[in-house]
C-alpha cells in the first residue's frame, strides 16, 4: 500500500482543495453582497408578551401591573433554595477563596489565589482579569488594605456585574399559547430541565403541553413522556428521525385548540458548530410561531461543568434562536459553572433558573447572591 | 478543537523569529500568552502552573546561551512540553483470557456514556468481537430504551432488566457467559462525583463484575471540573482510560490534557460524530502533531485507504498528471471523500492547512452546489468543459438550481487546475506514472513537482498553485482578509 499513499493524498488533497475553495469564494461573494443590506434589530418586544411575575427573585424591580395572577407563590416554590443544595456542594470543596481569607496582609500570593479561585471556578481568564484589575488599583489606593476586604469587595463587584437582569420566564397575556423552546448542546440536561419546569408550572396551575421536537436522540420521546406523565403534562411527539419542527408546531396546535396556555419545547442536543443543525433549529424557532403560538422564551442549557467553550455556544446559539435565557443544570455536582457568570456579564443574556438536582422539584430561580457565594466560597 | 492553541503558538513563534537576544520582559510576556492560551483551553489551573514553569526554566536557559536563535528554543521547549504531557503509547485492548472481556462505563451526567457504550460495542464489532451491551442506567427515564434502540442499530444484543443496577451488572454477566459473548460493556447511570450513595453504587456494580477496564467518558467541553471528576472516579474505580465524548465540537479539549497529566492515564478513546461509527482510538502522538499543526497524516491515510478505491485512486490520479482529469473523476473522487467522514474533520488532519481554511466553518453540505453543477452537466461536458457554452451553462444553472455566476466559477477554476496539474505532471520527473513507481520506498519524492523535496506534501504549495498565477481564479486569496 505504501506506493499507494501519496495518490490518496493527492487526490484527497485536491478534492478538498478545490471543492472547498469554490465553497469559500462563493461564501465571501455572497456575504459581501448581504453585508450592505441593514440588519433589522434582532429582536423586538411582543406586545403580547409581559414578564411573569410568579418566579420573581431577588431584587426584581418590574411589578408589572398588567400581568396574569398566578398561583400563590409559596405553594409553587419548592422547599429547598439554591442555598440548601448548595451547601452540600461547598462543604465537600472549601471555597476557592477560603483560603485567601484570614490572611494578615494582601501579597503576591493572595492575587495568585483569588485569580486562581475564579479560574478554577471557570470564570475564564478574560472576566477574571477584567474583575481583579479594579479592585487591584483600590488596593493599590489604599481603600481596601486586608484580605477580608478584598474578598468583600470581589464578592460585591461580582453581585453588582449580575444585577438588574431581568430573571423571569415570560408569557403572554392574552389566549394562545406561549412556547418555551429549550436549546443546547448535546447531554446538557434539556429534557430533565422540561420535565423539572413542566412539574413547577402545571403546580402552579398552569395547563402545560410537553413537544418532544428531539426526533434524533434514541428514546429521548420517551424519556419526555415520562416526564409528561409525572407532571401531568399533555405530550405530543413524532416519529423517530422526523421533522423536529412539524413535531413542535403539532403541540402548539394541539395546545391552542385545548386551550393549553404553555408549551414546552424539546430540541436534539446539537454542537454549535455543525451549521446545518443550527440552521434547522433556527427553523424550528421560525415555524413554532407559524400558528398560534409565540415563542416567549428560548432558553439555553448549559451544563455546569462546561468550560470557556460555553462563551462559543452562548454566542452561536444566540445567533440561530435569539437566546433569551440560560438554565444551569447539574450545580450541586463540584463544578461551580462559572462560565454562566461569563455568558450573562460579557454576552447579557441572563441566567433564569438552575438545577441543582435529580428530583423533580430540584430546579429553583437563580439567585445571583447565592451563586456569586457559592463560587467565592464563603 | 485545539485550533486557538496552536494558532496563538504561532504568533508568539512569529514573534520570536529571528530574534537575536531573548531578555527577561520577552520571556516574560511569552509566558503571559501561553499561559493565556492554555487557560482558554480549559487546561486545568494546576496543570498550567507547572507547564508555564517547566517552560519558563527552558526560556530562561535559552535567553542566558549564546545560541543563535533563542526564540526558536522557546517554541521547541512549549512543543516538548505538549508531546510530553499528551504523549505515551495508544491504549491496547488486551482480550480476557477467559471471556467476556468486561468494560464498565462510568461518567457524569450527560457526558455521552450510552451513546459511547454502542459505539464502543459497534467498535469492538468492527475488531471481530461479539459484545453483549447491559443498561444499567436504571436511573434516568428511557436511557434502556435507548441503548436498546442503538443496539438494534449496530446489530448488538442489549440486556437490561428493571432490578437493581448491581444486580443488573451481575446478571448481565451471566448471560454473556450463557450466549458466549466475548466482550461486555455495562452501560451505568451518570452520577457526581460528590454523591457518596451514587458513587458507593458504582463501586458495588464493579465489584460484582470485577472489569477488565474501566472507562470514564468525559465531554471534551468540560472545564477545571475535568480534573475534580475524574479524580473522584479514579479512586472509587480505577479508571483504565478516558474515552473524549463530543471531540468534533470546537472545545479546545484542554480538559484531555489536564486529565491525562493528573490521573495519569490515557484517553483511550475519542468520539467524534453523531454517527455510531464515528468513534475511534485515540492516538496520543497524532493528536500532538494535529496540535502543533503538522496534521495528522497517519490517521489521513487511513481513513482515505478506507474510503477510496485503490484501482480507481490510481488512475485518476495518473490521468490527474496527464491534465485528462475529468469533472467526473472529480465527482468519484468527491463521493469518496465523504465516506472519510466530515470535511472539517479531514480538513483538521491535513498538513500544512492554510489557518483560514482549517478555521472556516466548512459543512458537508456546502459541497452539494458543486455536486449538483456538475450532476447536472451532460456527459460530453463533463468529459471536455470547454463545450460549456452561454446557453449550456444558463441549462445547468437551471438544472441545478444554482445561478449562471457560479457555474462559470466552478467551470473556470476547473480548467485552471486541468492546466495546472498538467504543469506540474510534466514537471514531475517525466510524467505521472514513471514519478509514481519512481517514488516506491525511498525513491525521490513524488511531490517534487510541488515544490517540496524530501518532505511531505504541503498543501500550501497547492495553494499558490491555484492561487496567485492567474488573476481572478484564486479560491483561497480572499480568505486571509479579516471580514
Redo the contacts between chains.
Sequence with gaps: MDDMTWVYLLLVALVVAFGVGVVLLGRRRTRSAVESVEVPPATQPDPAVVPDDDERVGDLESGDEAVVDVADEAEVAPPRSMRDRLSKARSTLSGALGSVLGRSAIDADTWDELEEGLLLADVGIGVTTALLDPIRDRVTAKEIETPNELVAALRAEMIERLAGADRTLARRIDEGPSVWLFVGVNGVGKTTTIGKLAAREAGAGTSVLLAAGDTFRAAAAEQLETWAQRSGAEFVRGAEGGDPASVIFDGVERAASRGIQLVLADTAGRLHNKQNLMDELAKVRRVAEKGAGVVTETLLVIDATTGQNGLAQAREFREATAVTGVVVTKLDGSAKGGIVFAIETELGIPVKYVGIGETIDDLVPFDATEFVDALVGR | MFDSLSSRLDGIAKRLRGKGRLTEADVDEVMREIR?AL????VN?QVVRAVVNRIREHAIGATRSKALDPGQQVIKAVHDELIRILGGETLRISYAAKPPTVILMAG?????KTTNSAKLASWFKAQGRQPLLVGADL?????V??????GA?IDVPVWSQPTDPVQVAADGLAEARRLGRDVLIVDTAGR????AEMMDQVRRISESIDPDYTFLVI?A??????V??AS?FHDTLEIDGVIM??L?????G??ALSVKEVIGRPIAFASTG?KLDAFEQFHPDRMAGRILGMGD?LT??EQ??RA?E?DQ??Q??AR?MEGQFTFDD?LE??Q??KK?GP??G??GM?PGMPKE?KN????D???K??EAIIRSMTREERARPELINGSRRSRIATGSGTSVA?VN??VK??SE?QKM?KRFGGAASGGGRKA??A???SGPN??GGLGAPGQT?N?GD??SL?GGQVPGS??????GRP?
Design positions: 493565556t487557560l482558554e483551553a480549559d489551573v457524569l451526567q450527560g457526558s455521552g436511573q434516568r427515564p428511557a436511557a430504551e435507548q441503548l436498546r434502540t442503538l442499530q457526581l462525583s460528590i454523591d465531554d467541553m468540560t472545564g477545571q471540573d475535568a475534580q471528576t473522584a465524548s463530543k468534533d465540537g470546537d472545545a479546545r484542554g480538559a453523531e497524516m489521513l491515510i482515505a485507504e477510496f485503490a485512486a490510481e485518476a490520479a490527474l472529480f473522487q468527491m469518496a471523500l472519510m470535511l472539517s479531514v480538513l491535513m481554511l472556516a466553518k466548512i459543512d453540505d456546502d459541497l452546489p458543486v457560479e466559477r466552478l477554476q476547473f487546475m496539474m509514481r513507481r517514488g516506491k520506498g513524488p511531490f506534501p498543501l497547492l495553494e491555484f484564486d479560491p483561497f486569496g480572499g480568505l471580514k
